[in-house]
């Protein structure tokens, strides 16, 4: 919570650093039994990646701080990151496989199932699942909050978030959708971890019923707004910016927002998001600007 003289790019890189550190200490090692296993987990987790959703986390806590256990809230914040990053990648794992979209590049590596092999990504992916409910458990809150934390990171990773999009996503290929299908497909299978990240940081922090109404609003049109950038990037950066096989989604024929407005109105439409969700921040004044910070670089990343 001490580290708003920062400038936003040191500060970015300073928390991906402290989370790896965080998730790095509460992984199994990988000289555990079962040692393949461990060693799978720890390559799908650590050493590369931008952080996002634990920034956003960190973030949204450090914007409803109004005083108290520093202690406590910096453990609980450090968890309820630690625990959104174990969900997405194991959702990465798992998207990485041959039945799902059968990719061989992530973050700049071989996948799990290359580096290792199908069965072994697929637990690896099991046991990431609960070890982040395992997080979420141990922070040192008010159990009230903890159960609160719980129930929105798995409304956002099962069957009504993360994994429901996933499921539509699959059964679209090669189908026409309209806007307004995309939207639902997308907010639930991007959105809703992102927006997830946002709401863990206010409960973890105790933020009061409006100040949750107005990083709800500011985590819809962010979480929206990072898969719209995601579509265009498929499409403009090379697999070196990338960290994974760019034009996939054209490949398979997968709807997107480029494929259905345009790669220019999708960026105009991402620029939307973008402004709709600075607007969302004004009711939190300055403790918002890691907040505000975080919505310009998710947007203006594809310039």
Partial sequence: MKDGHLAF?????????????????HMPAADDVPMRLHDAMRYAVLGGGKRVRAALVYAAGAACYTGGNTIALDASLDRAAAAVELVHAYSL?????????????????????IRYDEATAMLAGD??????????????IAPALVVQAVYVLTRAS?????????????????????????????????????????????????????TRRALDAYAQAIGLAFQVVDDILDVTADSAALGKTPGKDAAENKPTYVSLLGLEPARAFA???????????????????RLAQLADFIVLRDR
């Fill in 93 to 113: 794992v798992h998207d990485d496989l041959p039945c799902m979209d059968d990719d061989t590049l992530r973050r700049g590596r071989p996948t799990v199932h």
């Fill in 271 to 289: 620029e939307e998001l973008r402004l709709a969700a600075l607007g969302a921040l004004a009711p939190l004044g300055g403790t918002g600007a």
């Fill in 9 to 25: 790019e040191e500060w970015l890189v300073q928390r991906a650093q402290h989370v790896e550190s965080v998730l790095d200490e």
């Fill in 158 to 210: 099962g069957s009504q978030g993360m994994a429901g999009g996933q499921a539509i996503d699959l059964q679209s290929v090669g189908h026409a959708l309209t806007r307004d299908e995309l939207q639902i497909m997308h907010s639930m299978k991007t959105g809703a971890m992102l927006e997830a990240s946002v709401a863990l940081g206010g409960i973890v922090a105790g933020a009061s019923s409006s």
């Fill in 127 to 140: 046991a990431l699942q609960p070890l982040a409910f395992e997080l979420l458990a141990e922070m040192p």
